[in-house]
């Protein structure tokens, strides 16, 4: 008898303390806890992250079949994964961030990058320990116009979890169009000579990296046909002996 009254008294009170909430970094939805302890959002929009369980392939990390793959004949980025494939929920998701500045949301995409490494941390390590993480660099034009470097952003955030240095290696010489508007070869011939080495950033290389190859993870937001981080690897490898991996948060 005793022990049902005390049940009914703390029942009662939680009821009229409430349990704390907290707010779901994408729809702010108050939620008593969040369906995954690594992921701050609530249990709907958990669901409808479209995460790449499986990879087919092997070089992209996509979880289809890649036509782009099998036409690159060479190339100096060992490998790419991605934690999500780019669908219309992904894409809102991103676009949030990037063009409406819902910056909250970079602990969101980069709690998703994390766990991507973490899964796939086996294929980035085969040829050792990362040594360098670094990131697909922006114009100084697109940089003015949206404020942040979202690769950058994300690096800076991995690098915090993973321990592992994050220097900005590269620079953009131009600015370049969206190449999700353009044909594989439009984007190939576009990006020709856009990166080139940071000076500062290859001299800090040079002092205080003495092994070699050395390994690079190298990030951005989506992978499309992979141009981008395949012209940023090969610019990479121009100055220094190097392994370069991709990570990208959409595939």
């Known amino acids: 008898m005793i022990r049902q009254l005390w049940g009914?008294?703390?029942?009662?009170?939680?009821?009229?303390?409430?349990?704390?909430?907290?707010p779901c970094l994408?729809?702010?939805a108050s939620v008593k806890r969040f369906a995954a302890l690594d992921l701050p959002i609530c249990g709907r929009c958990t669901?409808?992250?479209?995460?790449?369980?499986?990879?087919?392939?092997?070089?992209?990390?996509?979880?289809?079949?890649?036509p782009d793959c099998e036409r690159r004949m060479h190339s100096r980025l060992m490998l790419n994964r991605s934690a999500v494939r780019y669908d219309e929920r992904m894409k809102e998701?991103?676009?949030a961030y990037k063009y409406r500045r819902n910056e909250r949301l970079r602990d969101l995409l980069a709690a998703m990058l994390y766990r991507?490494?973490?899964?796939?941390?086996?294929?980035?390590?085969?040829?050792?320990?990362?040594?360098?993480?670094?990131?697909?660099?922006?114009?100084?034009?697109?940089?003015?116009?949206?404020?942040f470097n979202q690769a950058e952003r994300l690096a800076a955030w991995l690098g915090v979890r993973t321990g592992i240095s994050v220097v900005?290696?590269?620079k953009r010489r131009r600015d370049t169009a969206q190449q999700s508007y353009k044909g594989r070869a439009e984007r190939i011939t576009d990006l020709h000579d856009v990166f080139v080495w940071d000076d500062d950033a290859l001299n800090w290389?040079?002092?205080?990296?003495?092994?070699?190859p050395i390994n690079i993870l190298i990030i951005d937001d989506v992978y499309t046909t992979g141009s981008t981080l395949h012209h940023c690897a090969a610019t990479l490898a121009e100055k220094v002996d190097a392994n370069v991996y991709g990570l990208t948060w959409a595939r």
């Open 47 to 66: 669901g409808h992250i479209a995460w790449i369980e499986q990879v087919q392939c092997s070089h992209c990390g996509r979880a289809d079949h890649c």
């Open 93 to 95: 998701w991103l676009a």
């Open 168 to 170: 900005g290696l590269l």
């Open 26 to 28: 994408y729809c702010n």
């Open 8 to 22: 009914r008294l703390l029942r009662s009170g939680e009821g009229l303390l409430g349990t704390p909430t907290q």
């Open 205 to 212: 290389i040079l002092t205080n990296t003495p092994e070699r």
């Open 116 to 147: 991507s490494y973490k899964r796939h941390e086996t294929d980035f390590t085969r040829t050792g320990a990362v040594h360098l993480i670094t990131y697909v660099p922006v114009s100084l034009q697109r940089l003015e116009e949206r404020g």
